[in-house]
Every structure is written in structure tokens, then in C-alpha cells.
């Protein structure tokens, strides 16, 4: 995590509303659980058989289910790059993300903490939560998807994209711009103009 070198602020105290399942707001305050990291929204596991399952909105739902509309007390310990609180939390007189860990809904972050790292791997032997399905470290999952986001030539940072709309361009300021990566091996490519776009069989974003 990014420290700002600002001074630590109180404690953030409040009801829960979950982001997702390592992100809090707390009191209008958007509160990031240090020492623990839990698999995107978006993300996607397999299981033993093979099969794909969205463990992301799986884990997000639960630690919904745990903590939602509870009232947090949590101990700012950073901010990080996104200008949010990092802290550890506590509802109910327990360590939320020593449960969270626990419980296989989120991993050890050793990168920034070992408070949880005996706690993930309890969970592990046990297959507990996530554990019990091939899953990728959020942080590489992160990485991955950051690829193809970001244009290898500024002058040609226009995107297009293949999705089952079929074959759709989007151009730097449009609403989907930022979240959409281009993944060559499946036929996407970057264009220097809309007009190279519209020649080569894409057409543009509606918004």
C-alpha cells in the first residue's frame, strides 16, 4: 500500500455496506481491509471437475450476507494509490479479515502483512471457501486483466474490441473505454483512427 505521509486519521465507525469481498464503505467512507485480498467481483474459478464458477460474485455475496448493515469499528492503518482508508476492521469484537481468511473467502496478502498467513493456511489443509476450487491470486488475476488496456502506441489507443454485440470499437473518452482490454490472440486489435476501424469490419461503441 501507498503511504501519503498524511497524518493517520480516527477511527472509521459505522454500518457496512459491502463493495465487494475486501472493500467496505463504512459512514460514506471507503474503507480497503488491510492484510487481506479476496478475488474481484468479476472473477472466476474452477472447480476440481473442471467447471467453471463465479467465485468473485460468490465471495462477494457471502461477506454481504456476514456483514452487511453491521456496525464496524475499523483502525486506519494506510491509504493506498485509489485514496482509500486501509484498516482493519473489527464487528462484532472479532477481526473481520482474519475471519474472512478463516473461512476461505479471501487470502493471506503477504505483500503488505503476515497477520493472517497461519489463518489462510488452516484454511487451506481444510479446503475451506475458496480453497477448494483452483483459483487465481487476485493480485496476478488483476494483473492479467490490466493487460490490453493500455495502448503500446498512444497514437493508436483506439480499441477494438470482439464481444457478442460482434465486432465494436471504442474510442479514449467512451464509457466502456477504460474497463475493455484488447486480446490479440482472439482476433482484437488497437486502431490509429475510426476510420482504419470502420475499413477493417468494426464498428463504433453506441456509448
Known amino acids: 500500500m501507498i503511504t501519503c505521509g498524511a497524518p493517520i486519521s480516527a477511527d472509521v465507525i459505522g454500518r457496512v455496506r459491502v463493495i465487494d469481498g475486501d472493500t467496505f464503505d463504512i459512514a460514506g467512507i471507503r474503507v480497503r481491509l488491510h492484510g487481506i485480498d479476496a478475488p474481484e467481483h468479476k472473477q472466476v474459478c474452477e472447480t476440481e471437475q473442471g467447471a467453471n464458477w463465479a467465485c468473485g460474485a460468490w465471495v462477494s ?16 492503518v494506510d491509504r493506498d494509490s485509489y485514496g482509500r482508508v486501509v484498516a482493519r476492521c473489527e464487528i462484532g469484537g472479532r477481526d473481520v479479515g ?27 489443509v481444510n479446503d475451506r471457501g475458496l480453497h477448494a476450487s483452483r483459483v487465481q ?19 493508436c489507443a483506439i480499441k477494438g474490441n470482439i464481444s ?34 470502420r475499413a477493417a469490419g468494426w464498428r463504433k461503441a453506441r456509448r
Open 98 to 124: 482474519q475471519r474472512l481468511v478463516s473461512e476461505g473467502l479471501a487470502f493471506a496478502y503477504r505483500k503488505y502483512s503476515m497477520a493472517y498467513d497461519l489463518d489462510e493456511k488452516g484454511a487451506a
Open 61 to 76: 455475496a457471502r461477506v454481504a450476507e456476514m456483514y452487511g448493515g453491521k456496525r464496524a469499528r475499523c483502525k486506519e
Open 137 to 155: 491470486n487476485p493480485a496476478q488475476y488483476r494483473a492479467t486483466r490490466a493487460q490490453g488496456r493500455i495502448p503500446p502506441d498512444r497514437t
Open 164 to 197: 457478442k454485440s460482434g465486432k465494436i470499437f471504442h474510442m479514449p473518452g467512451q464509457r466502456d473505454y477504460e474497463r475493455t482490454g484488447i486480446n490479440l490472440s482472439k482476433g482484437e486489435q488497437w486502431f490509429c483512427t475510426a476510420a482504419q476501424a
